[in-house]
Each structure stands twice: as structure tokens, then as C-alpha cells.
């Protein structure tokens, strides 16, 4: 396939000359050589309760990043290096940060310096290099990145490792702040007294969601190298990156040094389907919360000897499915926050801006089971009945402009806009009397089939369990 732009047409340029303006620019040599420029994962160190984190960028940057870990009242918790456990998710940990670093220049060779890494290891880089760098790639016009990184050296031979059958006890549960991850915390809430949560750069809807749900906060800082931020003002190659792997690695250390075996995320099953389809290459905004990424991230956990699965509670449901659990839950909504300009590197962490492709789908999904009036005063917007923005509903409609955002299916914005047709408080908005069918035929099958959760998809136990309140079958 050819290289591509973001609209899907021939790119000439392609990664081979990207990768040298970029070296040109970053270095101020006219005649950088990208064929023998390479990337360095060194893997991490240990300085006192600081994890530090180095890749290098070979003649361009050597960039460190750090972690610290803190249980909920607030004391440190100091990794153990001769800890298997905690060496272990420090090894699946450092992999995934590199990837942030790395996609400045693409190097077309990375090498693993550090400790030597398994093949679930290599499997696992490899596809954040590739798969979770695919809407970089698309968007920068690049072309597929498969085939175009060697990662080297080859797999070392994994040590062997107890079978995951005998998981630890203990469950963190991760916050982002949002609907998905405080819905998970109250079910995690109400059938296990001892949970606790956790947050990475923990921003005030993070604290909230732990609070309402009145349990412990682990804290994690995470310290991003600011010479990153200048190489990408030079030049560097830059765009999204798959944070939910950083933050799913990162939530593995922490449960690794508190000897708990179960981390537990909020990755639906809609994470699944692609943002785009450009001739038969998948660009997945949500590739690191997919099924797939999931299984690699457990086997390089298992490979590791860390000791902690990972598991996606609400992977049997569909968005709208959560929406209808989320509107559910009393209270919840006015506790969360999923518009994303509040957790932006340097931005406020509070609050919805109300116009922005997640604000307007977070609503979407709510709205059907939810009466207007409640709803607008927990979010603090209606975007729904602002004509301005039926365009930036419009766009989820089709899956040529569906946005690159955690926003749900075609099928399921679709279905959420003709249910609201059917709603009284809410067939007079703007959004809907545009975009709405009033009168669908298949309305009720497409309800049934969308809302069903896919018992193939259920958790291991004890967390299937959690889920029958979510999965019972109510009014709409």
C-alpha cells in the first residue's frame, strides 16, 4: 500500500523523507542520515521512590521519564529492584513509555538495552510502534508503519513464570475521571470492601469519582520529559499516542508493589471497531484499550513475572449500553468529567467545555435514558440543542469523518439520535430533529441488539458477578 494523507490519498513524500527532514531539523545537520539513526529503550532505574525511565533518540536526545507511586495516605511506595514482581511491571512499563519518545524521529531500527525481553515483550512494543502509532501516521501522512521499525535485539528466552491461575488477591481500579471508570469503581465499590483506585497526574474529577465512591486513591505521578515538547517545537514527529497502555502499565506497578493481582480497567467492547478504514489499513484511536492490545499486554505481564492481570470489566458492553448503566447510577453523572480539554498536559482538569467531540457524544449516549432537564444541569451544557454543533454530530454519522476520539459506532450514534426522536423532552433539539429518523422500522431490534451484553466477552470471576446489575434488562 501507499503511503497516505489524512484524506486518504498518495502521500509522495512517505516516511523515508519525513524521517531525514526530521533529523535535519533536530540535529542541524544537512546531511543526517536516518538509515543509521536508532532508537534505545534502557529500561528503568531506581532512585529511592523515583522510577526513571530512559529512551534515547541516538544523536538527537537522551530523554528521561519518572514515576512516582503513592498509597492513599500518601506514603511513598519505594520499588524493590530484587522484587521479581515489581521488576517485572517495570520491564512491560518501560516499553510502553518509550513509544511516546520514540515517535519524535520513527528510528527504522529500536533497540532493548536494558534487561533482556521475552517475545510477548518484543509482540507487545512492537504493536504500540505500529498499530498504536497508526492514527499518528495516518494523520501525519505517513503510511502504515508495519514493516518500516526493526526492533532488535531478538527476543530473549522468557524465564518461567508461575501460571496466572493463582492471581493474587486485591483489586485497583483505574480513574480517568470519566463515566466508564466511575461506573466500574461504584460496581467495584458496592462488591469488594477492600478495592482501591487509582490515578496517573490525578486531576480534581479523578479525586471526585474516588471520593463519591468512597474509597482509597493510589496516586501516581508521572513526570513526562519536557525536552520532548521542545523537540516537537524543532520539528519532531508528534501526535496521538496510546496513553491508555502507559496508564494500564503504570496502574501494574502499583498494584505489583501493593501485592495486588488484579488491575481493573473500563475498556468497552466498542474500543474494538476502527476510527477508519483506509483501503484495508485499520486506524484504531482506541487501540490500546482494544481486545487485542489487552491480550498482548497480559502475556508481556505473564512473560515478566509481574504477577497482575489485567482485566476490562466492561468489555461485554457497547457504549450506549454503559451509558444507559452510567445514567443508572444516582449521582454519578455530576461527578464525572469526560471532556478531554480538562486532562490536556498543561490544561485546568476540571470541568466540560461543552463543544468538543467527546462532550457532544458523552451526552449523546446519556440522553437516551436520561430526562433532559437532569441531564443538562449535571453536565452544565446541552449541546444537543445548539445548531452550531449538528455538524460535529454529524460527523460521528460517517464513518469517512467519525472523529478520533473514545466515542462509540456509527451504528450506535445512530441508534442513540432515533431513540431520542422517540423522547418527548428531547425530539425538539437541534441535533435530533436534523439527524434523527423519527420513523425507524428496526428501532426496537437495533435497541435489543445494541444494548445486549456479549456473554463471550464477560470478565473472570468474581467480575462477571459485578456486572448483573448493568446487564439487567430495564425500561430505556
Given amino acids: 500500500m501507499s503511503a497516505t494523507s489524512p484524506d486518504g490519498r498518495a502521500d509522495t513524500g512517505g516516511l523515508a523523507a519525513r524521517r531525514r527532514d526530521v533529523l535535519v531539523a533536530l540535529t542541524g545537520d544537512v546531511d543526517a542520515d536516518p538509515t543509521t539513526h536508532v532508537g534505545r529503550v534502557h529500561g528503568w532505574e531506581l532512585h529511592g521512590p523515583e522510577v526513571r525511565l530512559t529512551t534515547e533518540l541516538s544523536g538527537v536526545a537522551t530523554l528521561v521519564e519518572r514515576f512516582r507511586f503513592h498509597a492513599p495516605d500518601g506514603a511513598p511506595l519505594v520499588p524493590d529492584a530484587h522484587d521479581p514482581a515489581v521488576a517485572g511491571a517495570l520491564d512491560v512499563l518501560a516499553l510502553a513509555v518509550s513509544v511516546s519518545y520514540l515517535k519524535a524521529t520513527l528510528p527504522g531500527r529500536v533497540e532493548l538495552v536494558g534487561r533482556p525481553i521475552g ?20 494523520r501525519a501522512g505517513l503510511g502504515p ?27 485497583l481500579v483505574t480513574v480517568g475521571g470519566g463515566k466508564d471508570s466511575a461506573l466500574s469503581l461504584a460496581l467495584a465499590a458496592r462488591n469488594d470492601p477492600d478495592v482501591l483506585a487509582l490515578a496517573v497526574n490525578a486531576r480534581p474529577p479523578m479525586e471526585r469519582t474516588a471520593a463519591w465512591a468512597e474509597v482509597g486513591l493510589v496516586r501516581v505521578e508521572r513526570e513526562l520529559d519536557r525536552e520532548l515538547l521542545a523537540l516537537n517545537d524543532r520539528g519532531a514527529i508528534n501526535g496521538h499516542v496510546p496513553i491508555t497502555a502507559i496508564v494500564m502499565a503504570a496502574a501494574s506497578v502499583a498494584a505489583a508493589l501493593l501485592g495486588r493481582g488484579t488491575v481493573l480497567v473500563s475498556n468497552e467492547r466498542s474500543a474494538d471497531a ?9 486506524v484504531n484511536h482506541q487501540y490500546s ?11 508481556a505481564l505473564d512473560e515478566a513475572g509481574a504477577g497482575v492481570r489485567v482485566v476490562s470489566l466492561l468489555r461485554p458492553l457497547g457504549e450506549l449500553a454503559v451509558g444507559r448503566a452510567v445514567a443508572r447510577e444516582p449521582g454519578l453523572v455530576a461527578r464525572t468529567t469526560s471532556c478531554n480539554a480538562a486532562f490536556a498536559l498543561d490544561g485546568p482538569g476540571e470541568g466540560w467545555c461543552g463543544r468538543c467531540d467527546k462532550c457532544r457524544f458523552v451526552q449523546l449516549v446519556l440522553a437516551p435514558f436520561t430526562p433532559r432537564e437532569r441531564l443538562v444541569a449535571d453536565l452544565g451544557f446541552d449541546a444537543l440543542d445548539d445548531p452550531a454543533q449538528v455538524d460535529g454530530f454529524a460527523r460521528m454519522l460517517d464513518p469517512a469523518t467519525k472523529p478520533f476520539e473514545c466515542v462509540g459506532t456509527v451504528a450506535e450514534v445512530r441508534l442513540a439520535l432515533d431513540l431520542l426522536a422517540s423522547r418527548p423532552d428531547w425530539r425538539g433539539t437541534a441535533a435530533v430533529r436534523a439527524l434523527a429518523d423519527p420513523d425507524a422500522s428496526d428501532l426496537a431490534e437495533r435497541t435489543a441488539t445494541l444494548l445486549a ?3 463471550t466477552l464477560l470478565p473472570p470471576p468474581p467480575y462477571d458477578g459485578w456486572l448483573a446489575d448493568v446487564t439487567r434488562e430495564g425500561p430505556t
Avoid: Q
Avoid at 476502527?274 to 485499520?282: F, N, Q, S, Y
Avoid at 484499550?289 to 502475556?299: V, Y
Fill in 119 to 138: 517475545p510477548a515483550g518484543h509482540a507487545l512494543l512492537a504493536a504500540l510502534l505500529t498499530d498504536g502509532l497508526a492514527e499518528l501516521a495516518l
Fill in 145 to 171: 508503519l508495519d514493516g518500516t521499525i526493526t526492533l532488535g535485539p531478538p527476543p530473549a528466552t522468557p524465564p518461567s513464570s508461575p501460571a496466572t491461575a493463582d492471581t493474587r488477591p486485591g483489586t
Fill in 274 to 282: 476502527a476510527t477508519r478504514d483506509v483501503d484495508g489499513w485499520r
Fill in 289 to 299: 484499550k482494544s481486545r487485542a492490545f489487552e491480550r498482548l499486554l497480559g502475556a
Fill in 453 to 455: 451484553a456479549d456473554a
